[in-house]
């Protein structure tokens, strides 16, 4: 970390100002949701909303024209965001995810080019999961040199937010087998996006399908993967986790509502009123705590992100190393709670609201849905074992990614 870090700087954002500039824009995201879920339409102007009101810009420093937010400032918005819509919070992640890495590059002038395109209100999109059931082991996406440019050809799925994008984030293999991301426009030749999401959630994420034939990179938006910001795993799974306490934020919300809305109870239940039946309000208040529990494991682990940042910005490599161990044990952590309390209470909340809870006019599933859609993206399964191995024989977390199936490396 010798020289110059990075364009990283610590936070200055003031909680209040943010809230009091996106709130509203979260409120008026969330009042077409139902309609958007029933008919799967999908949140142009939403995501434009954003945009205009420099939503992806959060985290970068004031004095470069950004808001200063913090780590748990952008994932505690995400999270609001996520209860408004968790599409439309989806969508952001792969552009806040560049955002960090270009913050943390080295000065340069490509660095300054996309800030400045950042600011101007340009939009990024996914596009690293090889389609055709490839892997990160086996990248069949190339990037070539052409003259005084590259040209990428491949197939990616999972391309979360490409309809909305005007850059694609794209991971490809350069002739001398190094793993390269290039930047690619959008709209130009060679370039498909195929709507063809079939994910029973997260319907309008548009994570399908993008295809490139000889689509043209200049070398200033080719980048080595190598280089990527080393917490970048942990900022795509916190991405995740906020969107997941907000879905459960979501249903406390309309599991509320809906319960309010009972205007008769069963004849063996502990009261007339449906609001007055303690075994309900048992029911909301189980809810409650998994929203509770789970913005508090958001919370915390988002914080670990900031003291990394802090370490970046310090160029201290032994703090840096710790804490990236930290993070990797505290968002593992925090994505087992977090899970749990969402499938938890996107399913527990109907058992307050009787037969009625299931009509297609609430749309209650799409919290559940949505929830375990989310859930799958990097399977909590193994996670248990990654912290228990942690705990008892000292494994390194961050070497869990360097090794392929069965445990042996590369």
Do not use: C
Not at 179 to 191: E, S
Not at 290 to 297: L, M, R, T, V, Y
Request: hydrophobic share 40%.
């Amino acid at each position: 970390m010798s020289g110059p870090v990075s364009s990283l700087q610590y936070a200055t954002a003031s909680t209040e100002e943010l809230q009091k500039l996106f709130h509203p824009i979260f409120e008026k995201i969330a009042e077409g949701n139902l309609e958007r879920e029933r008919g799967r339409i999908f949140p142009y102007d939403q995501v434009r909303w954003l945009t205009e009101a420099k939503f992806g810009t959060i985290r970068i420093p004031r004095e470069l024209g950004g808001f200063g937010a913090s780590l748990q400032q952008t994932f505690q918005l995400l999270r609001e965001l996520g209860a408004a819509d968790p599409n439309v919070a989806h969508v952001f992640r792969n552009h806040l995810a560049f955002v960090e890495d270009r913050l943390n590059a080295r000065p340069s002038q490509s660095t300054t080019t996309w800030l400045r395109r950042f600011l101007d209100g340009d939009f990024v999109g996914g596009g690293w999961t090889e389609a055709n059931n490839g892997t990160y082991a086996n990248i069949q996406t190339t990037i070539v040199p052409e003259g005084d440019h590259w040209l990428l050809s491949g197939a990616k799925y999972y391309a979360t937010g490409s309809l909305y994008a005007d850059w694609l984030d794209v991971i490809g293999v350069a002739p001398d087998g190094e793993l390269v991301t290039a930047l690619v426009k959008a709209d130009q030749p060679g370039v498909e996006l195929v709507d063809d999401w079939r994910g029973f959630g997260q319907k309008t994420t548009s994570s399908g399908s993008a295809n490139y034939t000889r689509v043209r990179v200049e070398g200033s938006d080719l980048f080595p993967a190598t280089e990527r910001f080393g917490y970048q795993g942990l900022f795509y799974q916190t991405s995740l986790l906020a969107v997941l306490a907000g879905i459960t934020q979501a249903t406390l919300r309309d599991g509320i509502k809906a319960l309010k809305n009972r205007k008769r109870n069963y004849r063996h239940a502990l009261a007339e009123s449906p609001t007055d039946d303690a075994q309900l309000l048992q029911v909301i208040g189980r809810v409650s705590a998994a929203a509770f529990g789970a913005n508090s494991a958001l919370l915390n682990s988002s914080a670990v992100l900031d003291d990394i940042a802090h370490a970046r910005i310090q160029g201290d490599d032994e703090a840096w190393k710790q804490l990236l161990i930290d993070g990797h044990i505290r968002t593992a952590q925090a994505q087992l709670v977090i899970i749990e309390a969402a499938l938890n209470a996107t399913t527990v909340v109907f058992d307050a609201l009787g037969s009625s809870g299931v009509s297609e006019d609430l749309l209650l599933d799409r919290h559940w849905r949505n929830a375990r859609t989310l859930a799958s993206h990097n399977p909590r399964v193994y996670k248990e074992r990654i912290i228990g191995d942690w705990h008892i024989n000292q494994a390194d977390p961050t070497e869990v990614y360097q090794k392929t199936a069965g445990g042996q490396s590369e």
